[in-house]
């Protein structure tokens, strides 16, 4: 994302994360090149991966999410820089407004946030599909606007969600690399899924860093947590939520993994382990 980033009590985004909720950085929402676009294999293909290998038979049918509701939040999305005026608008955050939506960030050689988590978000969508789980995605397709921040924890608390992921792709300064969470700090009605929240964090930042060998990241948060409560998406949500930021988009090495489509999919991988240890 390309959002300014600071404290917990940072209210002030700058737009976009380019990204990914809640991101720094500051590529501008320009059309992108859309890297390695290999399509994502076939659901369910945790066979052997690093991110625990194959889970372990639970739930209905050795499916171990059967039963459960996971929503994903795949950050920005493709037409949003072509339609400022909509994205600009001011929607409530629960402690005051910002901007609907942002445009996301991109590497270097223009592969889009929007792009990258649209396709982490469906390959991980397969396999927890394959694993039981009913899933919803918050937006369906790359090439239309929004939906806006309130909306998307909407879709979440609608949906009686078990857990809720938004997806991102950071836009720090070069010199940074690794990924972080954010969780959500008590901003009214999200207060009780706080403390949820950080278990899930806490369980998706395990399986990511082991699954991807990514590292914690060397400028935000503590061991990769960073806990704020100046994101729409967090303090809207009435169901445990949190973001990740999968890597810095501007850091050459974090974006050679995150415009590979076979490390993408290790991605998706490791974030499925992490949700069937919190759901299990």
């Not at 959002?3 to 059309?31: F, N, T, W």
């Not at 949500?237 to 993408?264: H, L, Q, Y």
Request: charged share 20%; net charge positive.
């Amino acid at each position: 994302m390309r959002i300014q980033r600071g404290g917990p009590a940072v209210a002030g985004l700058a737009l976009c994360l380019g990204a990914l909720a809640a991101c720094g950085g500051s590529s501008g929402g320009k059309a992108s090149p859309a890297g390695d676009t290999a399509e994502p294999p076939t659901a369910g293909a945790t066979k052997g991966t690093s991110a625990g290998g194959p889970a372990s038979p639970k739930g209905s049918g050795g499916r171990p999410l059967a039963g459960k509701v996971v929503v994903i939040d795949p950050g920005h999305n493709g037409g949003n820089a072509s339609h400022p005026r909509e994205i600009a608008k001011k929607v409530y955050v629960g402690n005051g407004t910002k901007e609907c939506d942002t445009t996301g960030t991109d590497t270097v050689s223009g592969y889009s946030e929007h792009a990258f988590t649209w396709d982490v978000s469906n390959r991980l969508a397969k396999i927890l599909r394959a694993e039981g789980a009913k899933v919803t995605l918050t937006r369906k397709n790359d090439t239309g606007v929004g939906p806006c921040v309130d909306q998307r924890a909407a879709i979440g608390n609608e949906a009686h969600a078990d857990a809720a992921i938004s997806i991102h792709g950071d836009g720090a300064a070069a010199s940074g690399h690794g990924f972080h969470i954010i969780e959500p700090l008590a901003v009214g009605k999200n207060a009780k899924i706080v403390a949820p929240s950080a278990k899930l964090g806490t369980a998706l930042r395990d399986a990511y860093h082991s699954g991807t060998g990514i590292s914690y990241s060397t400028y935000l948060g503590t061991k990769a947590i960073d806990k704020r409560s100046d994101l729409g998406g967090l303090n809207m949500s009435t169901v445990p939520k949190v973001f990740i930021e999968c890597g810095n988009m501007r850091n050459k090495g974090d974006a050679a993994k995150m415009t590979s489509a076979s490390f993408r999919q290790r991605m998706a991988e490791s974030l499925a382990k992490g949700f069937q240890n919190y759901l299990s």
